[in-house]
């Protein structure tokens, strides 16, 4: 190969990797927005009775990839999509540290203040959310601050809490856990907050359950009581590649990633999520608002 072949080839390759760090950098985390859409029908679903519901995961606020104002435009098209529930299902605060500035709580709840659904908005909290405050670097309040943020803007909080909801004189029961990272108490070492015994306790009769929790982890343990767990957490890998995948579960100390998964007919939905952590990237794995309509025909599992 001729020297000036190989320097073509080379700036050729530079522009390539230049062009795909802008991409997984710029567009895709900060420009992206798909609307994933499942319909399932999972074990001990009464029929007849048909949920639609809208998911939100893993947020982390922050200037400039997660302002309030892009915060409000995703609860705007959350609301777009008319569901009768919303559930939000943690990690609001920052990730990273490659950031302007912090987006305050009080800024983002009064963003997602806007959110509408005739059955309610529901939430829990994730490991960031207990972990530091509105960003890495500024300290841990007990997730209060985040608490106080979903409160004001009329979300209600479940923490190891279990409440009925009904539809058409239909109900069922949404139980939403503690998160599983919560605490640290040593150097790596959490404690976690989730009571999935106790939680469970709370449910009266015989009526389905919705779970949920930001962790997939807990899937191990359901029981097939609960008809369907929902989380977030992984952000579906955050950089979609073969190689990637080992790495993910490894880093995560999780079995799933990603989408509809079915086991031993327990069902579980992982979200991709909105924000980022850890770096500010996202590559073949954009964020994602999750409409999930409960009841009907059965979409084949991702796993």
């Avoid at 190989?6 to 795909?20: P, V």
């Avoid at 479940?158 to 640290?184: C, H, M, T, Y």
């Avoid at 359901?222 to 579906?236: A, N, Q």
Wanted: net charge neutral; charged share 15%; proline share 8%.
């Amino acid at each position: 190969m001729s020297r000036r072949l190989f320097l073509q080839g080379a700036g050729g390759l530079a522009l390539a990797t230049a062009g795909l760090g802008s991409y997984a950098v710029l567009f895709e985390p900060v420009l992206r927005l798909n609307v994933t859409s499942y319909r399932i029908t999972p074990p001990r679903w009464p029929a007849g009775l048909t949920v639609k519901a809208a998911i939100l995961a893993d947020v982390h606020a922050c200037e400039p990839w997660m302002p309030a104002s892009r915060v409000r435009g995703i609860a705007n098209l959350t609301n777009d999509l008319a569901p009768d529930i919303i559930f939000l299902l943690g990690d609001f605060s920052g990730g990273h540290r490659f950031v302007t500035g912090p987006v305050m709580p009080e800024e983002w709840g009064e963003a997602l203040s806007i959110l509408k659904a005739p059955l309610g908005v529901y939430a829990v909290l994730g490991n960031h959310d207990w972990w530091h405050g509105p960003l890495p670097s500024m300290p841990a309040d007990g997730a209060e601050g985040v608490r106080q943020a979903l409160r004001f803007a009329g979300i209600e909080v479940l923490e190891n809490k279990s409440l009925r909801v009904s539809k058409e004189g239909q109900p069922f029961w949404i139980a939403g856990l503690g998160d599983q990272l919560g605490e640290f108490v040593g150097p790596r070492q959490t404690k976690s907050l989730a009571d999935l015994p106790g939680t469970l306790a709370q449910v009266e009769g015989s009526a389905p359950i919705i779970l949920l929790a930001h962790e997939p982890n807990i899937f191990r343990s359901i029981p097939d009581r609960v008809s369907l767990t929902l989380c977030g957490h992984t952000h579906g890998g955050q950089v979609n590649l073969p190689l990637t995948e080992d790495f993910v579960r490894r880093h995560f100390h999780v079995d799933h990633i990603y989408g509809h998964i079915v086991e031993k007919k327990r069902h579980m939905i992982i979200s991709a999520g909105l924000g980022t952590s850890n770096i500010p990237v996202r590559f073949n794995r954009p964020p994602e608002i999750v409409h999930l309509t409960i009841g009907g025909a059965t979409v084949p599992s991702q796993s």
